[in-house]
C-alpha cells in the first residue's frame, strides 16, 4: 500500500497543479472501485482466449490479485 499510495499523492499533486478540484480521499476512493477493472479484465480475458493450464494458472492469479488489491484498498466499502 506504501508504494500505491505515494504514486496516489504524486498524480493528485499533479491534477492539483494542473488546476483539477479533486481532494484526495475522493482520488483514493475512486481508485479502490477502480481495482474491480482488473478482476473484470482477468475474468473477460479467460473467457475469450483458449484454456490451457498456465492460461488458467496466469488468469486465477489475476483475479485473485485483483481482489485482494480491491480489499486492501477498501474497494468494497467503497461500493457500499
Not at 16 to 30: S, T
Not at 49 to 78: I, K, P, W
Request: proline letters at 0%; aromatic letters at 8%; charged letters at 25%.
Amino acid at each position: 500500500l506504501e508504494h500505491e499510495d505515494r504514486l496516489l499523492g504524486i498524480y493528485h499533486a499533479e491534477l492539483r497543479r494542473l488546476g483539477v478540484e479533486y481532494d484526495l480521499e475522493r482520488l483514493a476512493g475512486d481508485y479502490a472501485v477502480g481495482c474491480f477493472a482488473n478482476l473484470v479484465i482477468g475474468v473477460a480475458a479467460a473467457m475469450l482466449l483458449e484454456r490451457s493450464e498456465r492460461g488458467d494458472d496466469l488468469f486465477t492469479s489475476m483475479v485473485v490479485n485483483a481482489v485482494h488489491q480491491a480489499q486492501d484498498r477498501g474497494g468494497f466499502a467503497e461500493l457500499g
